[in-house]
């Protein structure tokens, strides 16, 4: 353990509009500390730069999730675990489903949450391409009040995010509109279980009789942020063809911007995310709707 | 430079309370083994990769060297300390009977994550159920054959208790 | 699925008695060093070299740290001789004027508060005028910079049998290649980690986590100038070795030790997993170059190879693993005319070392896929060309070795083939593969690994094993060999018990402490039940001469109680009964040093893995999806405890070949994390499943041969070769990672 344990404080608020004033009091200074398994990394590693803390992980104003007809809204201190769990996002958000159980073990997903997740913004991790697929939102909570904004747009450049340092996530809200639409995930990492990913592939496509009318794409670690590929998309119109395919696949090289560093090539990354793109097309011809490929 | 004051937590360890004073971000893996001297829980890589750390934090498996010890006030932990009673967990008679130890730095920690894992199946596991459940535990000395036959056979046992 | 079972069971031997130590084990109850603590204890840091080469200038302590409360020592504190004792004695404990690689011990600080003392361990600054480093084998021996003696060689061999030159023109058919392993860290769960403490009168002890407590306490003699009394080493339960803590203990041991006596108190140093991996040894990356030539009818008419290891900055036991990858080169085959010439090379790089296998696993590696590569040529099918091959009773191995044993490698390979289907998949397989993305391979190898040290090793060891009676009636076994999971206690145990007819339970082994053991050798080379276990048989069956020769026991037909009874009455009378019993070499075993031929090993044990691959064309991941592990091993001791250790080699095999990548950046591990190393987990590795058989080794406890290091030398040809009948693509290096794979078979298609 390399860092000097007596410059590091924490504090354990009863209340979240108690975590709020304090934030609020000193901006910057206090950061939310959820369930530590990426903070505690930096800690461990003599690297972690911010030195005050405020653990929020069982506030009960973050916890628990609501459904109405058109959301299912989910306190920003879900674990993977009780992601896994809630059986209207096994039904609505495979997919969320899916990046929850691939998210290290059994002991990680009992401990990391979606909103300390999004929060450390890392390019890698593994729910945020499924966010960006189900168009969520986030409810982003201070002393002064709330605001919603769209995930898309919430990351600005690597490990940054659009939020002000005084505010904090409250909720991830998760428009129910995917329900009919075929839906993939893959990850690709660096062995089976408990591994970060080289490349990670959300797909969504609606589809009738005449083709493909609505689809979302999104990345993980292939760009400084989590990516939605608009213009990847904006191809994936109309009767699936080879010609479809080689288009997007060959569109979607452009859009991302892959990196060589110790876990992966750029190489790699560009041409296994073009062929998991082939996959999930490929797999609209057969795949039921709802179920993840 | 500035330093942190140390603050007095309470929670309990296999049934007993305990109040520490530490620094709010002191590692859990820290206070257990060095101030309260239970010592079976280990720092293998100090990263939250290995799970030799893991304990029981009110009922779930958790990686000790991630938890700041300011968060576990008023929770109960179990550590391997606590998990034979009279006798010996029916997970650890089956890890003696089937060679699940070698060296035995990984085993306190694969052990809790074997008994959460009958916890939350309370039939039987697949060996995929045995797989993914033990996936955060690394082994180095068994190659985990030994490991899954362990466990099978605890749940042998426990289907033949309940029976 | 039960492990296998085996004929010729006595009481104990063949039996699957359940480990020794095991309760310890499985209640938190085991005592690793870093759970002791002593009152007054500090703790310990190294401060290491940011730079591959280079003038060490100065060393400064920075601000804002309380140096007068700290211990410090450098190169010029060292009481003794500044070295590390091993072979060469050219390792340094600390750098003095010069560094040679990453992460060299430079300062160590002691101090009470672990927090504080990482907060100076940070402040402390190194003032090195680099100079141009070396980091691979072909810049080492190019000569370009000359950082090791005059050549940048540690040591070389040549083994020569027959003519190999004269061979080429009669050949059939030439097949040349190249082929290239990778560093691998051992990665024991327990970091490596030593207590030191120094007393003026009693001296040295030194408590930790190691393999070898004689080969600490020799480095800690010459570093200390400490007589041979005046130091004490005691082994802790040990998480995990794997050669790994053969030559590196002395390491931390001497730091520990030092700071411990220039301050006067106990000092634990313990790494952590960042310090472990940069730090420490892994395993010597190679290059083999193969030339085989061969007759028309597939039989090895020449094998030419070149056998190049990397030892890095030092030489610790580069000059041994060179001499076992240079003997296990030509593998279980024969071959009239065989050449061998191998160099182990000096390169900046942490020193590489001992890890299982110890350079067999490199030149098998190569061996077996060139094995492949020479049958494809061939238009034969990979198993037919070495059933043709393989040595048989009476033949000669590459350094001259007769064959003695009963060997039947032919049927040995025919029940691994049949064991994993192997014949009806790869026809499937080939059916199958054109039509799916997901592509599926069979593989194999066959290979064999020598138990004890080479060729006259064991005899320069004179390894003793001692026993003794204790007041209450038991028997304890006095061995320095240690404890690390591979099972020494209980097959130990149950070797003694056999011996004697007597319960398991009066048996006990001594935990290794150079101030109460002899020394038995190293734990290491597959020798601690072949080797040291045939004296413990004999030391132990000592204790029941004297009490037979004294009238106190009968020579057979007694009962446990009786045994114990005579014990106490022995000592009652004479205060004491002890036995030793010293190595002899076994008879008509010869082996020359200076031609490096004859009689390399006692005994080998024998194998044929089958490994079954998938290679997913989407993603292009490996996976292992069945394995197959048939071996000959003399004489299975303990079922489970043997099983077990099958199963872990062949993990770390899974992981040599896939998965283990070292990522250097001018000479510093950058991946130097578990997150970031990848071994295999549980749901990375497939059934693995094992068979034994045994032909009994007249010399060994029972009949058995060593079996620690073997399983780890098959499984990467094995994959690698599997890849190969999946995709058709023929890959020379490992780890074979996706993106490896991906660039070979585009490579393929362009």
Known sequence: ?293 | MPETAKLAVSFQVNGQPHTVEAYPMARLLDVLRRDLRLTGAKEGCGEGECGACAVLIDDELVNSCLVPVAQVEGCKITTIEGIAGETLHAVQEAFIECGGAQCGICTPGMVLAAVALLERHSAQPTEDDIRSGLAGNLCRCTGYMRIFEAILQACEKRAGADA | MAPPSTAMSGRFIGKSIARKEGRQKVTGRAVYVDDMEMPGMLRGATVRSPVARGRLRDIRLGNGIPWDEFTIVTAKDIPGKNCIALILDDQPCLADQTVNHVEEPVVLLAHEDPYLLEEARRAVELDIEPLPPVFTIDESLAQKQVIMGEDNVFKAFLVESGDVEAAWNRAHLIVESEYETASQEQLYIEPQGMIASFDSEQGLTVWGSMQCPFYVHRALMTLLALPVNNVRVIQTETGGGFGGKEEYPSMIAGHAALLAWKSGKPVKIVYDRMEDMAATTKRHPSRTRHRTAVTRDGKLLAMDIEFIVDGGAYATLSSVVLSRGTIHAAGPYFCPNVRIRSKAVATNFPPHGAFRGFGAPQSIFALERQMDQVAKALDMAPEEFRRRNFVREGETLAVGQIVREKIDLPALMDRALELSDYHAKRQRFAEENPRRQVKRGIGLASFLHGGGFTGSGERYMASVVGAEATPEGQVRVLAASTEMGQGTNTVFTQIAAEALEVDYDLIEIAQPDTSIVPNSGPTVASRTCMVVGKLVEAAVLGIRQQLVTTGLLPLRGYTSEQFRTACREYIQRHSALKATSEYSAPPNVYWDDEKYKGDAYGAYAWAVYVAEVSVDTTTYEIRVDDFVAVQEVGRVINPVLATGQIEGGVAQGVGFALYENVVWREGRMVNSQMTNYIMPTSADLPRIRVFFEEVPYAHGPGGAKGIGELPIDGPAPAIVNAIENAVGVSIKRIPVTPEALMEALENVHA
């Open chain 1, 1 to 293: 353990m390399r860092s000097f344990l007596p410059a590091y404080d924490m504090r354990v608020p009863l209340e979240l509009d108690e975590a709020l004033e304090t934030m609020a009091r000193e901006p910057g200074e206090w950061k939310p500390f959820a369930g530590g398994t990426d903070i505690m990394v930096l800690l461990e590693q003599g690297k972690l730069a911010d030195r005050k803390f405020l653990s929020i992980a069982r506030l009960k104003g973050l916890r628990g999730f609501t459904v109405s007809d058109d959301h299912v809204t989910l306190g920003a201190m879900m674990t993977y675990r009780q992601v896994q769990a809630t059986t209207i996002l096994q039904q609505e958000f495979p997919l969320l489903c899916r990046a929850a159980c691939e998210t290290g073990g059994i002991a990680t997903q009992n401990r990391g949450t979606l909103g300390g997740n999004i929060a450390n913004a890392s390019p890698a991790a593994d729910s945020p391409p499924a966010l960006l697929i189900y168009d969520a939102e986030l409810e982003l909570v201070s002393a002064q009040g709330a605001r919603w904004v769209p995930y898309a747009g919430f990351h600005v450049g690597y490990k940054k995010i659009n939020m002000r340092p005084e505010e904090m996530i409250r909720n991830i809200r998760l428009p129910r509109t995917k329900k009919n639409w075929r839906q993939y995930y893959r990850k690709v990492g660096t062995r089976r279980a408990q591994a970060i990913s080289k490349v990670c592939f959300a797909g969504a496509a609606l589809v009738d009789n005449g083709g493909i009318t609505g689809a979302r794409i999104a990345l993980g670690s292939v760009a400084p942020i989590p990516l939605r590929c608009r213009k990847t998309e904006a191809l994936l119109q109309g009767p699936l063809s080879t010609e479809m395919i080689q288009a997007s696949a060959d569109q979607l090289e452009r859009e991302i911007q892959p990196i060589d560093d110790f876990r992966s090539t750029a190489r790699y990354r560009a041409r296994v995310g073009q062929k998991l793109l082939e996959e999930f097309l490929l797999g609209l011809m057969t795949t039921p709707a709802g179920r993840p490929a």
